[in-house]
């Protein structure tokens, strides 16, 4: 095993490393406290939503209460669907050299423990659900569908990017009826646009373990699209482009947002033209980015909503 003991390989030093008691770390990175990155991609989403919703609804600026609970649930629910990932995965995990270490196949957290632990942060996602009114509440409740089958995809399709992008996606469809009580076309439209760049930028983050996974028989459109990626990434990233500006549209978007939307459009670009996939600590920090990328866009939303 590469790396220090206990430490996933993708993750370099950081709080859980320094700070945290001993007792508490496994549950720290099971959690993926340590690698906060895809609890971003999952808020998001949320965010974006609720910048549409405030856009539409003729108000300044997103409700800052609902920012702050999806910030809370993203992190609570992120944490729980990568711990019940690490169960599911246990067996995989220990035969990729990535991911060997995680604390289930390292043998630092039994099954037992960590289902546990994915019920206590599911309470708190529960409660933070329940802070919105009754549409949101089922419509929240309808994503946990998609959270639970995305595990097994990767056994059985080439395509689980898609699984992803319907479970990290679904904030989109959250922030909307935060505000409406209901669902429109912007909604779903953002919706669709964001599986689009998620499908994306998962296929970069896939190619850190192309090798790995051909081997033991694991699917991605990593491998699926091979020397291709780099046209195939061009292909999502312009489909969620213009998805997104179909859904600012049909919401009111004026020219702020468009230009939010064109600096998102431009980092989108950047990564493809960037990209190295024999390079996996490059593909990592272009996943990475797409943090920055999507709250280029959140940006705009919030400067239109506010200068209209």
């Known amino acids: ?40 991609l999952l808020l998001i ?23 702050l609970l999806f910030f809370i649930g ?9 711990t019940w990932n690490d169960i599911a995965d246990r067996d995989l995990d ?22 546990a632990f994915l019920v206590a942060q599911a309470l708190i996602g529960l409660l933070v659900l329940l802070q919105f009114n009754p549409f949101t509440i089922l419509v929240g409740i309808l994503s ?26 679904w904030g989109a469809l959250m922030g909307w009826p935060a505000v409406f009580g209901r669902l429109d076309p912007a909604a779903f439209v953002l919706y669709a646009g964001s599986i689009a ?20 028989g694991i699917k991605s459109t990593a491998i699926l699209f091979g020397e291709r990626t780099r046209p195939m990434l061009a292909t999502f990233f312009a489909a ?11 919401a009111g978007g004026g020219w702020i947002f468009a230009l939010g939307l064109a600096a998102f459009a431009m980092q989108l670009a950047w990564q493809t033209w960037r990209l190295d996939m024999a390079d996996p600590a490059l593909c990592l920090r272009l996943f990475k980015s797409n943090r920055d990328a ?11 909503a506010f200068f209209r």
């Not at 490393?17 to 001993?22: C, E, L, R, V, Y």
């Not at 993203?74 to 990568?82: N, P």
């Open 197 to 216: 760049w998620v499908i994306a930028y998962d296929t970069i983050y896939a190619h850190q373990d192309r090798e790995d996974d051909a081997l033991i």
């Open 45 to 67: 989403p949320c965010w974006w939503s609720a910048g549409l919703a405030a856009i539409a609804a003729g108000r300044p600026y997103p409700d800052p209460w609902h920012c």
């Open 1 to 40: 095993m590469s790396g220090t003991a206990g430490r996933v390989a993708d993750s370099t030093g950081n709080w859980v490393d320094t700070a945290a008691p001993s007792w508490l770390k496994p549950y720290l990175r099971l959690a993926r406290l340590d690698r906060p990155i895809g609890s971003w």
């Open 144 to 169: 946990l569908a998609t959270v639970a089958i995305y595990p097994f995809l990767k056994r059985v399709t080439h395509w689980p990017q898609i699984g992803l992008g319907l479970a990290f996606s």
């Open 74 to 82: 993203a992190f609570a629910m992120r944490g729980a669907g990568c």
């Open 294 to 304: 999507g709250l280029i866009l959140f940006g705009g939303m919030i400067l239109d």
């Open 94 to 115: 220990a035969k990729v050299e990535r991911t060997r270490s995680r604390p289930i196949p390292a043998g630092q957290v039994t099954v037992k423990q960590a289902f």
């Open 240 to 250: 969620a482009v213009v998805l997104i500006a179909m859904a600012g549209w049909l």
